[in-house]
């Protein structure tokens, strides 16, 4: 996934001596049906059909241990099973608050997928790729 602008200020100034970073205690996991941008904007949420963002505790559960500038999600993240058509994803994304907020980290899927009624999007351990490298 890539860093938002968001977050990558908030790490610089950190390690630059300007304000201290508390990072939240609970992260957001969100589906796009349009491109997400490195500025947090451009998202498009399923509206309705059971969609809701998935809350996911920010920890060394959640998450595996940064090497190489990455890390990957360490536990399956599931969303509720759709009761009506979400469209097409083609973005996950990492945000502030279960809605609106700040978009922290977005990925493109790597193929879109169609949600109709009764799926289950599903993100397997290790599944998303967190990295902050050039």
């Not at 950190?14 to 939240?24: D, E, S």
Request: proline share 4%; charged share 10%; hydrophobic share 35%.
């Amino acid at each position: 996934m890539s860093v938002c602008y968001v977050v990558a200020n908030k790490i610089l100034d950190y390690n630059f001596g300007k304000t201290a970073h508390t990072p939240p205690t609970t992260y957001y996991v969100g589906l796009s049906t349009t491109v997400v941008n490195i500025n947090g904007t451009g998202n498009t949420e399923p509206s309705g059909g059971s969609y809701a963002r998935v809350a996911i505790t920010n920890n060394k559960t959640t998450f595996t241990t940064a090497a190489t500038g990455t890390l990957k999600n360490d536990i399956s993240i599931s969303f509720p099973e759709s009761s009506g058509a979400w469209g097409t994803i083609t973005y996950v994304f990492i945000s502030d608050a279960p809605t609106g907020g700040n978009i922290y980290f977005f990925e493109a899927l790597p193929s879109a997928k169609t949600v109709q009624t009764a799926t289950t999007v599903l993100f397997v351990a290790a599944a998303l790729t967190f990295s902050m490298t050039n």
